[in-house]
């Protein structure tokens, strides 16, 4: 789940039936839904979904769209908070065809489109890689030809959202490297990164300033500050940079 922005009142609510659930940990899932009169987003973008009891009770909160501009289907995915008020219902109790109302697209700010000449640079953080897994899905439909990179800090390897198809698609495109950092417990024989990202990390794995990336940057609050700073320690134009944080309930990584 994303921070909360004001969605503006012009957006009306929409009924999306729910098509499939993928499983992506044991912690998150994606849900795929069939939304009527679906305007059409962009990478990065979200919305905010409302349920309903029975008692007329309403909880409603903002979530990132996983797919690409291109897809039919909007997908999102959530990662379970146990004591949240939505969540655990998303993840453990929704069904196929099951109906939800949700409004949008929202945000412009945390946006890409494919075929903007600069690299892109991926920074996320636990649940915060569901946009830039947009991007990616975008990028690899729309046939990269700019080089990108992703850094992906999770607390493990189990945690780790989408992994095989990140490994499936840094393996078939040249341009794209897919670096992961475990901040709490790794597999045994892991030989990747084991730490909480920084200053040596970004120097190895993240582009250098002179590359003029632009910076997309999600996660919990604490990774979103500190990878911000480094990237302008770096020397990285902070104009350059974009980020999305979540809000008090989101994890450090």
Known sequence: MKAT???PQRLPWRSGTVVETIDETPRARSLVLSVAG?????????????LTSDDGYQAQRSYSIASPPERAEIVLTVERIDDGEVSPFLTEEVRPGDVLELRGPIGGYFTWTAGEPDPLQLLAGGSGIVPL?????????????????LLYSSRSWDDTIYRAELARLGGDDSLLRVVHTLTRAAPQGW???????????????????PERPRAYVCGPTPFVETVAAL?????????????????????SP
């Not at 320690?233 to 944080?245: A, K, M, S, V």
């Open 231 to 251: 990237l302008v320690e770096l020397g990285h134009p902070p104009d350059r940079i974009r980020t999305e944080r979540f809000g008090p309930t989101g994890g």
């Open 191 to 209: 030989s990747g990164l084991a730490r909480r990202v920084d200053r040596a990390m970004f120097e190895e794995h993240v582009f250098a300033p």
């Open 38 to 50: 679906w305007p059409g987003h962009q990478a990065g973008q979200h919305v905010d979904l409302r």
């Open 5 to 7: 922005e004001a969605a």
């Open 133 to 149: 897994m947009a991007m990616l899905r975008h990028r690899a439909l729309a046939g990269p030809d700019r080089a990108a990179r």
